[in-house]
């Protein structure tokens, strides 16, 4: 009766853990989409499924430890099978898989109907950032970690949202139903926003299907979940969901931004506006590899700054932003950056730090090289 | 016969009596055994098959 006592006091305090657990983030969160609800109480469900589990097999077995312990006179009966337990014990369990299969079956059906969506973003992963692109409405950019590095130093104090905030999120409409077609440029990267119910892997030369309906404007944070290179840990994903007018307008205004920035192409730029666009690019894109002031890391990350192939040779340096370098760390940007960003980059890596060339790479001629 | 395919499906269930193992490895022929299982495996696959076609609906 005691043990009894025991153990149904130790059931109510796990109940009352539960609430505890999800205050505290122990848990997996209920999220903001009606999808992300179901797997959370379909993830209780489990788990209470579990815990009664426990209880009835740790109850039984210590209950049967107790009370027919060898001091008491008990004594083993030696038999070899039994097939009455032996086919309750397969059923058992049998039945309790198809129990929980169903409701679950039932769930990833309806994760993965992608149909029917009003917006589509492409998420492509690249070591070490995530790009998106509205398919069909002409904007796209790349969403890059904001967390200064002398945080992670550890020579500045952390902000509140040390390595989960990044220069631009991933803004995104409520009540509409948004699909994601997730790839990657390089290597294997996995998209995860907990309160969205989203973990999927983006996957070089695949395109994976996801689907969000979103019903609490909010900022949403999360990070790559699949270990991605030496800076996996600083590609983080920030998701700001906002109310279906307010993000119409913040859409339409990046329509108009994007389109400007397009005509920008054609017109000859000023040096120092072009040092002033690539001082921004270098900082969002180039400074977590080549450092804030161009000096790399040798050798992985040549240094920038009084390097004399960069200085002397303009159309080498541009081929190096725009192509990559094989069989090293450099990526090609030619996807990623626009060629407005990729002039200006140019021309600042080639003007600051005392490089002092003087050059102005003009938008017209990376467009050039890119369209050919 | 009917005593084969009651050992095959004990044995897709995992638990088979010591009593009616004991007979099957006395009398029984291997082959009839490989044979009924291969037989049964497919019958099962067409069920599996039948009840996903019939929940996808």
């Known amino acids: ?372 | 016969m009917w005593s084969v395919i009651k050992s095959v499906l004990a044995a897709f269930f995992g638990v088979q009596k010591e009593r009616q193992r004991r007979a099957d490895f006395e009398t029984g022929r291997p082959v009839v055994f490989i044979a009924v299982g291969v037989v049964m495996t497919l019958v099962l696959i067409g069920l599996v098959a039948l009840v996903a076609t019939l929940a996808a609906r």
């Open chain 1, 1 to 372: 009766m005691r043990t009894l006592l025991v153990w149904v006091a130790g059931c109510w305090t796990l109940a009352g853990l539960s609430p505890l657990a999800l205050a505290n983030g122990w848990n997996m969160p209920v999220g903001v989409t009606d999808l992300s609800r179901e797997i959370y109480s379909l993830h209780m469900t489990i788990f209470w499924i579990c815990v009664a589990i426990g209880v009835v097999v740790f109850g039984v077995m210590f209950y049967s430890l107790f009370r027919f312990r060898r001091s008491r006179g008990a004594k083993a009966d030696n038999f070899h099978e039994n097939t009455t337990v032996e086919v309750l014990w397969t059923a058992i369990p049998l039945l309790i898989l198809v129990g929980m299969a169903v409701p679950a079956t039932a769930t990833l059906v309806k994760m993965y109907d992608a149909s029917d969506a009003e917006l589509d973003v492409m998420i492509t992963g690249q070591q070490w950032r995530w790009r998106y692109e509205y398919l069909g409405e002409d904007v796209a950019f790349t969403s890059n970690m904001s967390t200064p590095r002398a945080q992670i130093r550890g020579e500045e104090a952390r902000g509140e949202h040390y390595l989960l905030e990044v220069d631009e999120p991933l803004v995104l409409p409520t009540n509409r139903k948004v699909r994601f077609l997730m790839t990657a440029d390089d290597v294997i990267h996995s998209w995860w926003v907990p309160d969205l119910a989203v973990k999927q892997d983006t996957i070089p030369g695949f395109i994976n299907e996801n689907w969000v309906n979103i019903d609490e404007p909010g900022i949403y944070r999360g990070q790559c979940a699949e270990l991605c290179g030496m800076d996996h840990g600083f590609m983080p994903i920030v998701v700001h969901a906002m109310e279906g007018e307010e993000f119409d307008e913040w859409l339409a205004e990046r329509k108009e931004a994007a389109a400007e920035e397009a005509l920008g192409v054609d017109r000859d730029w000023e040096l120092d506006e072009l040092m002033e666009r690539g001082e921004a690019v270098y900082g969002s894109i180039c400074a977590s590899c080549h450092q804030a002031e161009g000096q790399g890391a040798p050798p992985a990350f040549p240094s920038l700054a009084g390097n004399e192939r960069l200085i002397e040779d303009v159309e080498w340096h541009v081929q190096t932003i725009v192509n990559g370098v094989s069989g090293t760390a450099m990526p090609a940007f030619r996807s990623t950056l626009n060629p407005v960003e990729i002039a200006a980059v140019a021309t600042f890596t080639r003007n600051a730090w005392g490089n002092d060339t003087g050059d102005a790479v003009q938008p017209s001629e990376i467009a050039e090289q890119l369209a050919q």
